[in-house]
């Protein structure tokens, strides 16, 4: 089955050995779109990875680069000011809900439920309109930078983004009203392709998978980063461990994350959105023209750019997909070592053989919906 | 977030002479452990209910060709108990094999045949041993340091006639 199939989500490759309808054994066959990001990412300065980091899992731009930045920073030791930090948490929310609005479109689709994905992706739109309006990008946003963020935001985001997190529940009720309850998807999705909690461990999954299993475990409040324990908001967790059971999680994540996203607006702290770091984070382009001592620096930045210490360090963040790791490695020079990226898709797709066994044939295009994969992390 | 001090003060403890040398950054706990013992030291954490580092969140490798053990096997472990992580390191000369940890994790499958892949360390006793994201016709192994990066010439109207230059 595949590489080239519409509901592989990209170019995976399925060998599927079968006796009648019935799945023997299921072998995934990935690396079609490998690109080699960790070793390019050794040739280039700390701050010219970042938007690499973006083409990986581009359905989470700002989850892989806040990761990233969250990693490097570790390494500087540098603080990050209130601003930066909720301006993060409030657009790795929504990026989130991006995320898992794609999720629930093609997944519904793979299933038969062909006009869910017209929506989903309505609605996406939204949040890609947010991307835009800080960024200028719609998908390859590059908006997290080492330090805070590329800049200021602008006037009227918190408006902006009052209006999607008015305009989604009721558009996610919607979708839940389509899919819940329809006799179908249940049929499709309930008790296909299960998980053991024991065996997600072992095979260590992450993310909605994991927490579809019964393990509470969300990094946001295991190891809380970027402020995340200021902010009220729960994890949902099911306990069937099926297809049934990740959906209706990440349908609730949505919830929670527009909880977060309206916390973040809200409080949203005034003062800078960089770091006040000379020699790391660039200075304003102004001071730059008009300024000697900010024209050396922005000139030593994009040139020779920093020497952060020799060591290494492990940063892992709770993205779309599950727990993504950073793990950069230094030696003094002003590019990294070694930046290893801890994959939850690949992790999470190693388990398919495991969903897939035993079951129909017509479940294996259900069972890698649910896993949630782009195949661009997979590979990298 | 810091380390666990009671579970290094344990690590230290139990495993006293395996632990070859032991590094703190950033609050980051590191181990470097010998190749032979490294299984035994995890599964023994793996079954351990006190500290219960029995989570592999990454097994990843780095490559150091300047130095006389060219390899570094890095496996990071997490605890469900109190979020903690530690991670250890197996340091290996150029063609030695370290043993598999499939036997303790399934995810270790993939991961090391990862490893295999991008950096030509042999596990020793893994049940499917082969490439995962390189083709098959790639010869080398690209994260290795002296695989050097290269850049082919796009071909256009004024240099089709031209063989493909790779620099």
């Known amino acids: ?160 983004v009052q209006k999607v997190i008015d305009l989604l529940p009721s558009r996610i009720r919607e979708y839940e009203d389509l899919l819940t309850d329809n006799r179908i998807w249940r049929n499709r999705t309930t008790g296909v392709g299960i998980l053991a909690r024991e065996d997600a461990l072992k095979s260590s999954i992450t993310g909605p998978m994991l927490r579809a299993t019964g393990v509470g475990y969300d990094l946001r409040k295991a190891i809380p980063y970027s402020s995340y324990d200021k902010f009220d908001f729960e994890i949902p967790t099911r306990t069937e461990g099926d297809t049934f059971a990740r959906y209706e999680v990440r349908m609730a994540e949505m919830y929670q994350s527009l909880k977060i996203a309206q916390q973040a607006i809200d409080g949203m702290p005034e003062g800078p959105f960089q770091a006040n770091a000379p020699g790391i984070v660039s200075p304003p382009k102004e001071k730059v023209l008009n300024e000697m001592e900010a024209l050396i620096f922005h000139f030593k930045i994009v040139t020779e750019g920093f020497h952060p210490p020799e060591g290494e360090v492990y940063v892992g963040i709770e993205s779309p997909k599950g727990e993504i790791g950073y793990y950069i490695v230094s030696d003094g020079s002003p590019k990294p070592y070694r930046m290893r990226v801890r994959p939850p898709c690949f992790i999470n797709l190693a388990s398919l053989p495991k969903l897939c066994e035993g079951g129909l044939v017509a479940d294996v295009i259900t069972n890698i919906g649910s896993v949630d994969i782009v195949l661009g992390e997979v590979d990298r | 977030m810091s380390y666990n001090k009671e579970a290094e003060k344990f690590i230290e403890e139990k495993f006293g002479d ?52 060219r390899h570094e096997v890095v496996y990071l472990l ?30 270790a499958n993939w991961l090391e045949r990862e490893v295999f892949d991008l950096f030509g360390v042999h596990f020793e006793g893994h049940p499917n041993l082969t490439k995962i994201l390189t083709p098959d016709d790639l010869e080398g192994h690209p994260l290795q340091k002296d695989y050097s990066l290269t850049y082919e010439i796009p071909q256009f109207s004024h240099n089709k006639d031209q063989p493909p230059e790779v620099t």
């Not at chain 1, 970042?50 to 570790?74: H, I, Q």
């Not at chain 1, 990026?95 to 062909?114: E, F, Y």
């Not at chain 2, 108990?81 to 994790?105: C, H, M, N, Q």
């Open chain 1, 1 to 160: 089955m595949g590489p080239q199939h519409p509901a592989t989500h990209g170019v995976l490759r399925v060998v599927l050995e079968l006796d009648g309808e019935r799945i023997i054994k299921a072998e995934p066959v990935i690396g079609y779109l490998h690109t080699g990001i960790e070793k390019t990412a050794e040739s280039k300065l700390y701050h010219k990875v970042v938007p690499l980091t973006d083409r990986m899992d581009y359905l989470a731009p700002m989850s892989n680069n806040l990761g990233y930045c969250l990693a490097v920073e570790k390494l500087l030791d540098l603080d990050i000011p209130p601003k930066a930090q909720w301006a993060r948490v409030c657009l790795t929310e929504l990026t989130r809900i991006n995320s898992h609005l794609v999720w629930v479109g093609t997944h519904a689709m793979d299933i038969g439920a062909m006009s869910m994905s017209l929506y989903a992706f309505r609605e996406r739109e939204h949040i890609l309109g947010i991307y835009e309006l800080v960024s200028g990008q719609r998908m390859m946003s590059s908006y997290f930078r080492i330090g805070g963020l590329m800049k200021d935001l602008p006037s009227n985001f918190n408006r902006e």
């Open chain 2, 18 to 69: 395996k632990i070859i040398e032991k590094i703190i950054f950033r609050g980051e706990l590191t181990f470097i452990a010998g190749k032979d013992d490294i299984i035994d030291i995890l599964r023994s954490l793996y079954e351990d209910e006190t500290f219960a580092y029995n989570f592999l969140t990454d097994l990843t490798a780095t490559d150091w060709p300047d130095r006389k053990e």
């Open chain 2, 78 to 107: 997490f605890s469900f108990k109190d979020y903690s992580r530690v991670r250890f390191k197996v340091r290996l000369r150029e063609g030695e094999r370290i043993p598999t940890a499939t036997v303790i994790w399934d995810s």
